[in-house]
């Protein structure tokens, strides 16, 4: 199926891009998401609108059904304006900066991607008596149409565990290119406590465990619920992050992000601090049980060199699992090497493209897929078995299997 040919779909459809995520009733918007996709949520959405994108501009796609005007299918939409050059080394080199002196447009480029924030969430909302395919088939028609409207040079899709599972065909066949992107991080919590998780680690793992722990001992942790009282200071630490990053750079998380997140039930955070009570590190937590989502951090270079936060900050997500009994861990993206050694698995994702001048699609194709897959990583031994607990049965897998509904 071509991106302009709809199928007939059961029940008459009406499907259209809305005036961001203000314009859609929460409980409704609500009622279509599924296991594994708590990071589509309507409250965690409207915060991300919130946070610095050049360009953003919110677009949710609907399909309402019948005269009651039912909402049956939905995903989140955006435009934002993409510098590729940050895609790789998270800032344009010195000779682009000079080029751009003449024309500030270059290799800058307006994207429409559909996709959630949160990496392994499959961005396709549907009601139980509608299928992914046919949801699909419903809302990549309106996605395209959305963003030839808006005038966008790319249409992204994304993100989707490798080889793209149940959309992959159907976006494959709408004239979409498969794009391999940053992997993900996963981890498989099959432990008892927090001592089994560190016993079950082969000896240099858990000496470099321990290590971790002694070197940010000075540390103390508390998890908070109520955090906006502190949102500018989590802004600040995350502009820290997002200044030294060396991976990709995209948006800015700001103080209004971080203000509406609180008032999230199913967010908190992760404080590390200091003997003087300032705070070293943090990291934003999302609860989607069985997952627990590790969506954002922030730490100065010295606390992350001199104080060991940022590893401590890693095995403090895997003890909070663990402890508060949640099944897997999804840390997300960047920083893939330390999540492998705490004993997390890469897990491969794709987006699916479409660039807005078919006679080239192959070529930006190729293009993308220099630009956006992430640096490899080796696959590291942590646990004495050789692969923690449960690898047979991927978390990845599970949480697509368990989101997509048949």
């Known amino acids: 199926m071509l991106l302009d040919e709809r199928e007939a779909i059961p029940g008459e459809l009406t499907v259209h891009a809305a005036d961001g995520l203000a314009s859609v009733a929460p409980q409704e918007w609500d009622g279509l998401v599924g296991p594994g996709q708590g990071a589509l949520r309507h409250g965690y959405m409207t915060a991300w609108e919130r946070v610095q994108l050049a360009g953003l501009r919110s677009r949710p796609l609907l ?105 992959a065909e159907i976006l494959e066949a709408s004239g979409l290119a498969p794009v391999p992107v940053m992997p993900t991080v996963t981890m ?53 992050v997002f200044d030294r990053a060396g991976e990709i750079r995209r948006e800015i998380l700001t103080e209004e992000y971080f203000a509406a997140a609180s008032a999230q039930e199913a967010l908190s955070v992760l404080l590390l601090r200091r003997a003087d009570g300032s705070l070293a590190c943090f990291g934003l937590l999302m609860d989607d049980r069985p ?13 992350g060199r001199e104080e060991g936060a940022y590893f401590r900050l890693l095995y403090e997500i895997v003890r909070a699992g663990i402890e508060r009994g949640y099944a897997q861990i999804n840390f997300g993206l960047t920083t893939v090497a330390p999540k492998l050694d705490v004993g997390g698995s890469s897990v491969p994702l794709l987006a699916f493209i479409r660039y807005h001048r078919p006679m080239i699609q192959g070529l930006c194709a190729v293009g993308g897929r220099r630009l956006m897959a992430g640096k490899s990583s080796e696959a590291r031994h942590v646990f004495k078995d050789g692969a923690p607990p449960g690898e047979s049965v991927s978390p990845a897998e599970a949480l697509v299997q368990a989101s997509i509904r048949p």
């Open 188 to 240: 498989d919590l099959g432990f008892g406590s927090f001592e089994h998780y560190l016993d079950s680690m082969r000896a240099s793992y858990r000496r470099r465990a321990r290590r971790a722990l002694e070197q940010s001992s000075g540390l103390t942790v508390e998890l908070r619920h109520d955090f906006a009282e502190l949102a500018g200071e989590l802004a600040g630490l995350a502009r820290m």
């Open 63 to 167: 399909a309402r059904e019948g005269t009651d005007g039912r909402l049956v299918a939905a995903a989140p939409g955006y435009f934002y304006e993409l510098d590729v050059s940050c895609m790789k080394q998270g800032h344009p080199p010195a000779w682009l900066s000079r080029l751009r002196r003449v024309n500030d447009r270059l290799l800058k480029f307006r994207v429409f991607e559909v996709g959630c924030p949160v990496a392994l969430c499959p961005p396709l909302l549907h009601a139980p008596d509608l299928s992914i395919a046919e949801a699909a088939q419903v809302l990549l028609p309106e996605a395209a149409a959305e963003a030839d409207r808006g005038e966008a040079h790319v249409l992204v899709v994304q993100d989707f565990p490798h080889p793209g599972g149940a959309c």
């Open 291 to 303: 997952w627990l989502h590790f969506l954002n951090c922030g730490f100065g270079e010295a606390a």
